[in-house]
């Protein structure tokens, strides 16, 4: 079992910067894959970015080069930096956790079947 709380994030301007920040407690947090999964109001669930063990990243097309995706294995913790955000970033945002099965293995990294735990959220507001 793992129990996720996320942190940080608020309100600001477009243009403006927030640190999401993701602590884990229970199982073993590099036994892991993570992800952060954003829902906007009146749209569907959205896997953003994606770590794996090993460290690999995934990004949708929409926040390359604006969000970076890391973890600290020492610390627990799992960290979304969001850069030169827009107004379409508006939502709340998710800290999930998976491990890899034989069934999993052909699922892409977006494919919330992936992911086991769920933390409770965070919102990020994004003003023009």
């Known amino acids: 079992q793992v129990q996720l709380v996320e942190s940080g994030g608020g309100s600001v301007q477009t243009g403006g910067s927030l640190r999401l920040s993701c602590a884990a407690s229970?199982?073993?947090?590099?036994?892991?894959?993570w992800a952060w999964v954003r829902q906007a109001p009146g749209k569907e669930r959205e896997a953003v970015t994606y770590?794996?063990?090993?460290?690999?990243?995934y990004y949708i097309d929409s926040v390359k080069g604006r969000f970076t995706i890391s973890r600290d294995n020492a610390k627990n913790t799992l960290y979304l930096q969001m850069n030169s955000l827009k107004p379409e970033d508006t939502a709340m945002y998710y800290c999930?956790?998976?491990?890899?099965?034989?069934?999993?293995?052909?699922?892409?990294?977006?494919?919330?079947?992936?992911?086991?735990?769920w933390g409770q959220g965070t919102q990020v507001t994004v003003s023009s």
């Open positions: 770590i794996s063990t090993g460290g690999i990243t």
């Open positions: 999930v956790a998976g491990q890899m099965t034989l069934t999993r293995f052909s699922m892409g990294w977006a494919d919330s079947r992936r992911y086991d735990y």
């Open positions: 229970g199982d073993t947090y590099s036994d892991y894959y």
